[in-house]
């Protein structure tokens, strides 16, 4: 059967700053879904990560529906009003637009979204990052699908050994979407070209080139283009189907190790090291580390099993040490070189506008006789 797995997720509001959702507003959005997706879903799930709340919906009415969507939209507005009851900082803060047109794609609500032949079983991953933008799984992607010293299973299986295409997207344009279809492994080069600059080339979606199936779903929303100004991180969210033509769980996973630096934290602003979490974590220092967590699944005919929370085995809390070490360096450097983003990528204006009203003040010295 086909069947649609639908993520949307915004920051509608948080205790304390950008901490985490408030007990009060995620059932308040727990409740409206549960409330007003009879008919409409087979199943769903939410969760949070940071201050963001995410709902996985599965259905059978394809990527982009009207209804899938305005149900989302609708929760989190209800959500926001709750969150402005409670005095939540940032409440409303991800919904961008003033009423739903359709699809919430433009709108602030990050989206990934998948159709699928179901196999008979058909495990998948739903990852969800806070403090930092869709960037932060380039590294991860190109190691589980491009590398076989990550991903054995590029030499060991057949069909993988077939490649994957990869859609990449640059986040900059945005009159419109601008994106490039590459093959691994004939371009690999010109794939790790693009994504060493994860601030602007973003990997959209993943498909094995065995069977043209999705494998990968990346939200690639970058709010301030929306806005014009900044709003907040994009805190994406992805969704990776996994085992038999896909790589195994273990690969998709193995990169997260690493705690790569990747944009986001305080201001959005800077360069830290992204954490893996437990599901349902908030933030903490310095707005952050940037955190990513991820939940696995199994999933039958669009009915989904609880979520295995795969960061919360022990492996991963030497990981935490290390970003933890990682993160504290680097503060160290406060806002000295790499430790903040380049001018054109700051999140705030205060320093190019400060930078504008100083130009004015250099001059050219005369050279002595």
Not at 22 to 37: G, M, N, P, T
Not at 106 to 119: D, F, N, Q, T
Not at 279 to 292: A, C, M, R, W
Not at 320 to 333: F, G, H, L, N, T
Request: hydrophobic share 40%; proline share 7%; net charge negative.
């Amino acid at each position: 059967m086909k069947t649609t797995l639908s993520v949307i997720k915004a920051d509608i509001g948080s205790i304390g700053g950008h901490i985490r959702p408030s007990r009060k507003l995620f059932q308040a959005v727990a409740d409206h879904v549960e409330k007003h997706s009879k008919k409409l879903l087979l199943d769903h799930y939410i969760s949070y990560t940071g201050d963001d709340i995410a709902i996985l919906m599965t259905h059978e009415r394809g990527p982009g529906d009207e209804q899938v969507h305005k149900l989302a939209w609708d929760t989190f507005m209800a959500g926001t009003e709750v969150a402005r009851g409670e005095g939540l900082y940032g409440a409303g803060q991800d919904l961008l637009k003033d009423s739903f047109s359709g699809n919430v794609r433009g709108m602030g609500p990050a989206v990934a979204e998948m159709e699928i032949e179901e196999r008979p079983g058909e495990p998948f991953l739903f990852f969800a990052a806070d403090k930092t933008d869709p960037g932060c799984y380039n590294l991860p992607l190109y190691m589980a699908f491009c590398d076989p010293m990550n991903t054995p299973g590029l030499m060991l299986s057949p069909r993988m050994m077939k490649g994957f295409t990869f859609v990449i997207m640059d986040v900059s344009h945005t009159e419109g979407d601008r994106v490039i279809e590459l093959n691994a492994p004939e371009d690999l080069y010109h794939i790790a070209a693009l994504l060493r600059d994860p601030e602007r080339y973003v990997v959209e979606s993943v498909s094995p080139r065995s069977s043209g199936e999705p494998a990968v779903s990346v939200s690639t929303s970058r709010l301030h283009n929306i806005a014009g100004k900044y709003t907040g991180k994009d805190d994406p969210i992805m969704l990776v189907r996994v085992q038999k033509d896909f790589p195994a769980t273990g690969e998709i996973l193995a990169p997260y190790s690493i705690g790569p630096y990747v944009a986001g934290a305080m201001r959005g602003s800077h360069q830290m090291p992204l954490m893996p979490v437990t599901l349902n974590s908030g933030i903490s220092f310095f707005d952050g580390p940037p955190v990513v967590s991820c939940a696995a699944f199994a999933m039958h005919h669009g009915i989904l099993t609880e979520p295995a929370d795969v960061f919360e085995h022990p492996f991963w809390d030497r990981v935490r040490d290390s970003v933890s070490a990682k993160a504290i360096d680097m503060r160290r450097q406060g806002f000295f070189g790499p430790a903040m983003l380049p001018m054109n990528e700051l999140e705030y204006t205060g320093i190019t506008d400060a930078i504008e009203k100083l130009d004015a003040r250099f001059h050219v010295r005369e050279e002595r006789p």
